[in-house]
């Protein structure tokens, strides 16, 4: 905590006190932009009373509005800069609430440097600007005017609403609520906070737990913190934190993300995402990350599965479409739903089950070799082993490998010239029928 002190009208010394590090940031640069104005003669402060203010006539330069009480003011003319604070060096806050209406300022920007005990409300008109807010619970309102704004808010539970300019919006800790403007708004938030902003192209940081985000198309969030909720429109893009709870309407790509929980109308695509993890989409893409054990429903065309970690599982069990997975050098769990899948071993040791639709079982020479078990090869219509590239269409070597097959245990375990092993469990009757070769 800092306190910033502004020089104010009639050499008044205003103190304010400051938190947060944007809103900080932004108070120490109003602080130094009013002393450099003040040494170069070019500022004019005025002390504000409650009720209507106009700034003087014939002021150039810098003109500063100063409130040192709580209380309802409207400023109009050309304010450059308003502080709310106090005269007091102890407190350093306005005492009370203070309501700043500042829609009949013309200059083009107004900087607003405000600390009010009881929270200030501010009510922005066409200009643009910057808005710290450093004590209690204040609101920002932009409507649908059309300036550009920074907004730096700390520590209160705050209300914003964004104009339909750009935003660039910060908020420190408490639980805000933030309405977007139909602009252009980034936003960085570590709260527990609520943000709307289904009209404007949005780029959201969360560091925070348990916020509700709301967003349209196009939208991009990245989540740093964990268990926030996230809905965005189309062809958004999400980075994900811990157990988030993500949603779009249309297409959707998450990135990275431990323990997600998303439902897209659409198609998505999922990247190097980690622990146990829920997907219900139109169809997806999946690149994998060690750890990763995925639900997958693909709810009306197929998907794609793709190792790229250790440790992986892919169960397509309700899936109502099929999906090709791909293990790579780990060890790989691929799980079939209804429709007729495609599970491609790898090198390392890979368990497959095909599932009640049936699937085709596939290793390729030269990127097998490792153990793979079929858990219900028996069980469904349909079911195919493929081997590529062994050449086994050539001189009988399939029923040579058949020949050399052994049988325990109610199992089958065959094995290939590459060291590849695959058991058949509850299958003791392979037939050259049940392979594919090429």
Not at 363 to 381: C, M, N, V
Not at 405 to 421: E, F, R
Request: a negative charge; glycine letters at 16%; aromatic letters at 6%.
């Amino acid at each position: 905590m800092a306190v910033v002190t502004v020089v104010g009208a009639s050499g008044l010394t205003v103190q304010v006190t400051v938190s947060g590090g944007q809103a900080e940031s932004l108070a120490s640069s109003f602080s130094a932009s009013i002393q450099n104005a003040m040494t170069s003669s070019s500022l004019t402060s005025v002390g504000l009373t409650s009720g209507a203010n106009s700034s003087m006539t014939g002021a150039s330069g810098t003109v500063q509005g100063v409130v040192t009480v709580g209380g309802t003011y409207s400023i109009s003319g050309d304010y450059n800069a308003l502080v709310v604070g106090s005269a007091d060096t102890i407190n350093g806050a306005a005492s009370g609430s203070t309501v700043i209406n500042a829609t009949g300022v013309t200059a083009s920007s107004i900087d607003v440097l405000a600390a009010a005990s009881g929270g200030t409300v501010f009510l922005a008109g066409n200009q643009s600007g910057s808005f710290a807010a450093t004590t209690g619970d204040n609101t920002f309102v932009g409507g649908n005017t059309t300036g550009d704004w920074t907004i730096a808010t700390a520590g209160g539970n705050d209300t914003i609403y964004g104009t339909a300019g750009t935003n660039h919006i910060s908020d420190q800790g408490g639980s805000s609520l933030i309405y977007l403007g139909n602009g252009t708004n980034f936003v960085n938030l570590t709260g527990q906070d609520t943000i709307d902003g289904t009209g404007g192209v949005d780029s959201v940081n969360l560091s925070g737990t348990n916020s509700l985000v709301s967003l349209g198309d196009k939208a991009f969030v990245s989540d740093t913190g964990s268990n926030n909720t996230i809905s965005v429109g189309n062809s958004g893009v999400v980075a994900a934190g811990t157990n988030d709870t993500i949603s779009a309407a249309g297409n959707l790509q998450v990135i990275h993300g431990q323990n997600s929980d998303i439902s897209v109308s659409g198609s998505m695509s999922f990247l190097n995402g980690s622990g146990t993890s829920t997907i219900t989409a139109g169809n997806s893409t999946i690149f994998g990350a060690s750890g990763l054990d995925l639900m997958l429903n693909s709810t009306s065309a197929s998907s794609l599965f793709v190792a790229d970690g250790t440790n992986e599982t892919v169960n397509g069990a309700s899936s109502l479409h099929s999906f090709q997975a791909f293990a790579n050098s780990g060890n790989i769990t691929m799980i079939g739903g209804s429709g007729y899948d495609t599970l491609v071993g790898g090198t390392g040791s890979d368990t497959m089950t095909g599932g009640s639709g049936g699937a085709m079982f596939a290793i390729t020479d030269g990127h097998a070799g490792g153990s793979y078990t079929i858990t219900d090869f028996g069980s469904a219509a349909g079911n195919l082993m493929a081997l590529y590239d062994y050449g086994l269409q050539n001189n009988n070597g399939l029923q040579s490998v058949l020949n050399s097959a052994t049988v325990a245990g109610g199992n089958t375990t065959l094995q290939l010239a590459d060291n590849s092993k695959i058991t058949f469990v509850g299958v003791t009757d392979l037939k050259a029928s049940d392979f594919t070769l090429s």
